[in-house]
């Protein structure tokens, strides 16, 4: 299957499609999470009949993955309302929700809509760590009774356990966690500036002690993140594309604007005042993101890392430069490959402990 | 050979990707993509067109095969679709509630 997957995602980059739609709905939250890059207040959400004409052009434009997220999805009043109309138009429908506002009639509404994965933010086993991260009390509870009414109703939910440093060492709890309530769980160390640029949370970033321990886990990622990069640079590397962000994915925010990736906030359209297939087509910066191959990343191109490393454009773009490197996923670099990349070797502590 | 009338099931996403029907089931996550046949008989799956109307018309209309072959070939690609679960079929025409309207998302905010 994964075969057939990656046949239906050359097609659509061949043809320049949009398979993959990252959809906020609101940035209003009932949690306020310590890491949280968004904005919590409503500066003017598209309304129910807004939302439905960009569905249209979505499914126009050959749109299938579709995930709505926030903020709080539930939040949204017509929340089931576009999540049936999104059905009705064919789109594989994934939520990502905290799952505090789902009871045992809104799981049943959600297994009946034919959503086919609902992603719920965990952040420890032990409630004190986890509502400490969402600054609400019985927020863990609320989550996991909601990860119990979909499950029931054979709903497929996966957990995203973000790592920060607040909850560094709670990971295998979560894992145990996710284990018994029969559920899948995939563990993240990301933590992204605010999209208004404000990089204060980037502190709460795993300490590399921390993160080298996440990538030398080996019950997570067997053995390998542990090879070091061959630090050969080939020709099909160098033809590559950095990532799919303005290529078959893109993210659309409450208010209508469109941007390569949810983590990439480079502005490139707005839905109120754009058609969508102008925007994917005819924007200066989709059109910028797209051209970019690695071959034109002046640090990263001659890197030896470059074949292996997992840099994020949008990361880099909000250092500054799309095409520049990336520190953070430069650091995760070094950490899992314990050889320094280009861009640390001559500017960061960091490179002072690698061995490349 | 009796005919019968085909319908697409509504436990399942699906788009047209560079000319090929991609179905993802919303229940079990299997991944079905249709080759240009496949897509003109699910293209053409309403629920109201029998399926000989679909052999006739639209697979020997547009494709050069004998409607002996089309109909085998097309009943055997329908009778696994509906092992899958991604197409569903009855003698009688199939009512499909799968077109959507404004109405059905006329909630406020």
Not at chain 1, 268 to 282: A, I, K, Y
Request: hydrophobic share 40%; aromatic share 6%.
């Amino acid at each position: 299957m994964a075969d057939l997957m990656q046949h239906v995602w050359d097609r659509a980059l061949d043809t320049h499609v949009p398979l993959s739609v990252h959809f906020d709905l609101t940035y209003r939250c009932n949690e306020r999470c310590i890491h949280c890059y968004l904005d919590h207040d409503d500066h003017g959400e598209m309304t129910t009949t807004e939302v439905t004409g960009v569905l249209d052009q979505l499914a126009a434009a050959g749109t299938l993955f579709l995930t709505f997220s926030g903020g709080e999805i539930l939040l949204r009043k017509d929340l089931f309302d576009l999540v049936g109309y999104a059905r009705a138009l064919r789109f594989d429908v994934k939520l990502k929700t905290n799952g505090i506002l789902i009871g045992k009639r809104e799981a049943a509404r959600i297994r009946e809509l034919g959503v086919r994965q609902l992603q719920i933010s965990i952040y420890s086993h032990r409630p004190e760590v986890h509502d400490a991260i969402t600054k609400v009390p019985r927020s863990l509870a609320r989550s996991l009774a909601a990860i119990r009414f979909l499950s029931a109703q054979g709903v497929r939910v996966m957990i995203a356990n973000v790592l920060m440093r607040q909850n560094a060492s709670d990971y295998p709890g979560v894992r145990a966690l996710a284990n018994e309530l029969g559920v899948d769980c995939t563990i993240d160390p990301t933590i992204t500036p605010k999209m208004d640029g404000d990089r204060s949370i980037v502190a709460l970033r795993l300490p590399a002690p921390q993160l080298l321990r996440v990538f030398t886990d080996r019950s997570l990622v067997g053995d390998d993140f542990m090879t070091p990069p061959s630090m050969e640079i080939d020709r099909e590397t160098l033809d590559g594309r950095p990532c799919s962000a303005g290529h078959t994915f893109c993210y659309i925010s409450p208010y209508g604007d469109v941007y390569p990736c949810v983590q990439f906030p480079l502005p490139s359209g707005n839905l109120r005042r754009q058609r969508f297939e102008q925007v994917w087509f005819e924007s200066p910066q989709l059109s910028d993101v797209r051209s970019i191959r690695v071959r034109d990343l002046p640090t990263c191109s001659s890197c030896g890392h470059v074949s292996t490393c997992t840099r994020c454009p949008g990361l880099a773009y909000m250092e500054g430069n799309m095409r520049g490197p990336s520190s953070a996923d430069c650091e995760k670099s070094l950490l899992r490959a314990g050889a320094a990349p280009a861009s640390l070797l001559s500017t960061s502590d960091l490179s002072q402990g690698g061995r490349g | 050979m009796n005919d019968m009338f085909v319908a697409r099931s509504e436990r399942v996403a699906a788009r047209k990707v560079a000319g090929e029907m991609v179905i993802l089931s919303a229940d079990d996550s299997s991944l079905y993509v249709l080759n240009g046949v496949g897509t003109a008989v699910w293209d053409a799956a309403d629920g109201r067109t029998p399926l000989s109307a679909i052999v006739d018309d639209i697979i020997c209309g547009e494709y050069d095969i004998d409607r002996e072959s089309a109909w085998h070939d097309v009943q055997e690609f329908v009778d696994a679709l509906v092992s899958y679960g991604v197409l569903r079929t009855s003698a009688e025409a199939i009512r499909m509630d799968s077109t959507p309207s404004k109405s059905q998302a006329s909630g406020g905010v």
